[in-house]
């Protein structure tokens, strides 16, 4: 019985060693980057109205981070995407950072979208507005580390940017920022 048990734990163990994923093996994984767009109630400059929209849709065309060196690393170029936005996060981009990106040291991120968008609110729908400024840059150094992960935030300040008289809306844009999560 003794040498039953000693037997039974002995080719557990090697069981175990065999199916545990990490004996032995580089369980690090890639870096990851995720990029969330959400409406907040910020008030952007101009704004007079005394409502904020539903929804508004928005075109991310590019997604590139800048090295210490200059150097331009595009992370999206592919077909232009579209987002619908509201007051709770959407993931916009999301992905492994390639083994090239570690220990690489980088002075941006930045995120360029169409210049046009739509926005909709209770009495308006499929409003055609144009942004002043359409892209997003956070000029804050950062290192790529393998296993980390990176979360940044568009925030579009839209609070007070629908103008609301006799259930008749009028909606102004709003203005976008980009901010690393902590």
């Known amino acids: 019985m003794k040498q039953l048990l000693k037997s ?24 990851t980057i995720s990029i969330k767009m959400l409406g907040v109630d910020s008030i952007p400059n101009g704004a007079n109205g ?16 800048q090295g210490s060196d200059g150097k331009i690393f ?5 077909s232009p995407q579209s987002f619908l936005i509201i007051n709770r996060p ?27 968008l739509t926005a909709n609110s209770l009495f308006a729908t499929n409003v055609s507005l144009t942004l002043q400024k359409s892209s997003v840059v ?8 393998k296993g980390k992960d990176y979360n940044f935030d568009v925030n579009v300040a839209w609070g007070n940017t629908v103008t609301r008289v006799n259930s008749t809306d009028t909606i102004s844009a709003p203005t976008l920022s980009l901010s690393v999560e902590q």
């Open 138 to 145: 956070l000029s804050k150094s950062f290192t790529i580390v």
């Open 8 to 31: 039974f734990l002995r080719y557990s163990i090697l069981l175990f060693l065999l199916l545990d994923p990490s004996c032995g093996a580089d369980t690090s994984t890639a870096a």
């Open 74 to 78: 595009s992370l999206y170029d592919a």
């Open 50 to 65: 005394t409502f904020e929209p539903q929804s508004e849709t928005f075109v991310v065309q590019k997604i590139t981070m």
């Open 90 to 116: 959407q993931i916009i981009f999301s992905g492994n950072l390639a083994s090239e990106y570690d220990g690489n040291a980088y002075s941006n991120l930045t995120v360029v979208f169409a210049s046009g």
